[in-house]
């Protein structure tokens, strides 16, 4: 039996890198005769992650603790009420949010300082709104 050697998968390796990018969990939008546009959710974004952990949506921490534990939240909550970031030194964006009249401060991380930038700027835009409506931005001009 002859070993395998690299040579042998020259033409599949090679067919694999010179393929389009395939964009998962996005959604076909506009006519195939016209053309199509891939719709990106923010949530889905493949650069919202920092060493391979999604960051949408952030951990929630109380912003004061009026007893002695806290509690963390999980998920699409609250609405965001202010973003602080610096993506010129920092890589994390900083958000606060209201959920059932207690302020709650989340933290997004990025490999991607001009992503980190993008982002913050994109989420300033829509202060006020519920979280849950932010994570179902279309982003897809970010790709």
Not at 10 to 26: A, D, F, T
Not at 40 to 51: A, I, Q, T
Not at 86 to 99: A, E, G, P, R
Not at 102 to 115: E, M, P, T, W
């Amino acid at each position: 039996m002859t070993p395998l050697t690299l040579a042998h998968h020259k033409p599949i390796v090679s067919h694999l890198l010179n393929r389009p990018r395939l964009l998962y969990r996005g959604r076909r939008t506009g006519s195939p005769n016209r053309g199509e546009v891939l719709a990106m959710k923010l949530r889905d974004h493949p650069l919202m992650s920092y060493r391979g952990i999604r960051n949408w949506p952030p951990v929630w921490t109380p912003a004061t603790t009026r007893n002695s534990s806290v509690s963390t939240l999980m998920g699409e909550i609250g609405v965001l009420k202010y973003v602080h970031s610096n993506s010129l030194m920092s890589n994390k964006c900083f958000l606060i949010i209201d959920f059932e009249a207690q302020v709650y401060i989340g933290s997004l991380l990025f490999k991607d300082h001009a992503f980190c930038g993008q982002i913050s700027n994109l989420l300033r835009e829509h202060v006020g709104r519920p979280i849950k409506e932010i994570g179902d931005l279309d982003v897809s001009h970010l790709l």
